[in-house]
């Protein structure tokens, strides 16, 4: 059965560094979203993306972060300078439709900043 | 409260019980959808119920819709300690329906 897919499944990183994660969606999914969850709390939505643009981004999803489909098969979420408070587990979704679909996600990459 | 949010918080049950859980929201949807996530663990879709929809099954689940209340029901019939986990209902809002979640409820299933 397709899966969504993310790597690196945990990355540590030092304050101010950037960090790229990424994810492969499943093949014929049009559109892609990135969540995160820190420790404890609920999942908290940061951007969605489709047809090659953001189509909503949430307050979280500031000037640090960006998002691109550098190719056919990838969709990666950069934070270019981490913040302590950026420690989280990011979840990648895909849908074949929007939302109103099920979305299937990846399996989490556990970003820990010190 | 705010969109999705779900009751009890936790629940401990014995193996072979059903278990249930509540999810309430606020805004109109046009779906309400299911997860699981195992500790540390990504999320798995279990089911979406659609608003037109009242009831729908699959497998041991069972979600019931009343877009009149505005909630929505899970529930797990014959329990398994495999089942412990954390549940989240989730409504899709927005542009491209990204979905907002509930805090969601922590099952425990004592073998």
């Known amino acids: 059965e397709p899966e969504v897919t993310q790597t690196p499944s945990h990355q540590v990183t030092q304050m101010g560094q950037e960090v790229i994660l990424r994810c492969v969606p499943i093949?014929?999914?049009?559109?892609f979203y990135w969540y995160r969850q820190i420790l404890g709390q609920k999942v908290e939505f940061l951007v969605s993306f489709y047809n090659n643009e953001i189509s909503e981004k949430s307050e979280i999803f500031d000037d640090q972060f960006s998002v691109e489909r550098p190719d056919g098969s990838n969709f990666t979420l950069k934070i270019r300078s981490t913040k302590l408070e950026d420690s989280a587990m990011y979840f990648c979704?895909?849908?074949?439709?929007?939302?109103?679909?099920?979305?299937?996600f990846g399996p989490g990459t556990r970003l820990t900043v010190l | 409260s705010q969109q999705g949010e779900e009751d009890p918080q936790a629940l401990s049950i014995q193996e072979g019980e059903n278990a249930t859980m509540n999810c309430s929201y606020k805004t109109s949807i046009n779906n309400l959808q299911w997860y699981r996530q195992n500790s540390g663990r990504g999320l798995v879709h279990l089911i979406l119920?659609?608003?037109?929809?009242r009831e729908k099954h699959s497998g041991r689940l069972r979600v019931t819709l009343d877009t009149s209340k505005k909630s929505s029901s899970l529930l797990i019939t014959a329990s398994r300690a495999a089942d412990t986990a954390s549940y989240f209902c989730a409504t899709p809002t927005g542009a491209n329906s990204k979905l907002t979640f509930g805090k969601g409820i922590t099952l425990s299933v004592r073998p």
């Open positions: 979704a895909s849908s074949e439709w929007d939302g109103r679909n099920e979305q299937f």
């Open positions: 119920i659609r608003s037109n929809e």
């Open positions: 093949s014929n999914h049009l559109y």
